[in-house]
């Protein structure tokens, strides 16, 4: 990125400047300059604030340091995640049916593999032992799992949004913004965790998954879970943000993010039901 603060704003026209960020970003005035400075160094963090209330200003908005936002959401859904496992481990019928999940899952591909029964009931004695909760053990899975996501999730909308720009913003940008949402993710994930925790069933969820048996179909809990007001305000909203970011309407960015939740959910749900099959 090259910004110009000596040369004739003219000559701005002529630089290496993408063309997804518009001139008013790149100001010779050094008064403006420096208060710009200043609030780049605060705003990136503020943006998981304005993800929720200010959309439309965060998505004009010169994403400085886009490793930050990106390792911040990233550490934001791991602490999370290892915050419900808590809650969980708190509740007995709840941890009663993450293991009965698990062990129908183990015991019908031991069955399917011929192994003898003796090992498998060791198999998963060893399998409960696991599930206790280790705050390390829980924080190092999440954060792995979570650094993937956060990546893969960003490069969907960078993807989609390339489709409409001959010269797109570079992944980071486009990563980090998406990741803003992870704000709207956690709070979901947290409410989710509350209503599961005072109702003692895993499937207690705003989603289709109240009208299930966890523990006969985990998988499809799994993807049944993604269709929420929250999940589906995530996309949405990365969507728009992205696209206002690119200089698209914000009806196309509504058509990306709903886009991107379809193959999210295309994916999630082609791996539930073939499991499900597998499984019988």
């Not at 050094?30 to 998505?59: H, M, Q, R, Y």
């Not at 799992?145 to 969907?156: D, R």
């Not at 523990?215 to 799994?222: A, G, H, I, K, V």
Request: glycine residues 6%; contains cysteine.
């Amino acid at each position: 990125m090259i910004v110009v603060t000596f040369f004739d704003h003219n000559l701005c026209k002529f630089l290496l400047i993408p063309k997804y960020m518009n001139e008013e970003q790149f100001s010779t005035s050094p008064d403006k300059a420096s208060n710009d400075e200043a609030s780049e160094t605060t705003s990136w963090l503020s943006g998981f604030v304005d993800i929720i209330t200010a959309p439309a200003e965060l998505a004009l908005r010169h994403v400085v340091y886009p490793a930050r936002v990106i390792v911040f959401a990233a550490l934001l859904s791991t602490f999370a995640a290892t915050f419900v496992q808590f809650l969980y481990s708190k509740n007995d019928a709840i941890q009663d049916q993450m293991y009965a999940m698990q062990a129908r899952g183990f015991e019908k591909m031991a069955q399917k593999q011929g192994v003898a029964e003796g090992q498998i009931e060791e198999q998963l004695d060893k399998l409960r032992k696991e599930q206790e909760f280790s705050l390390p053990k829980t924080l190092g899975v999440s954060l792995i799992f979570t650094l993937l996501s956060v990546f893969l999730y960003g490069l969907l909308f960078w993807i989609l949004q390339r489709l409409f720009n001959s010269e797109p913003p570079p992944v980071s940008v486009i990563v980090a913004l998406t990741n803003y949402t992870a704000s709207i993710s956690v709070i979901g994930f947290i409410i989710t965790a509350f209503m599961q925790y005072a109702a003692n069933s895993i499937a207690t969820s705003p989603s289709p998954t109240l009208f299930i048996n966890a523990t006969e179909n985990p998988y499809m809990l799994q993807f049944l879970g993604r269709i929420n007001p929250f999940t589906i305000w995530e996309y949405l909203i990365a969507g728009f943000v992205v696209a206002r970011h690119v200089g698209m309407s914000k009806t196309q960015g509504y058509a990306i993010g709903a886009t991107a939740l379809v193959i999210t959910l295309m994916l999630t749900g082609g791996f539930a039901f073939a499991m499900a099959s597998f499984l019988g």
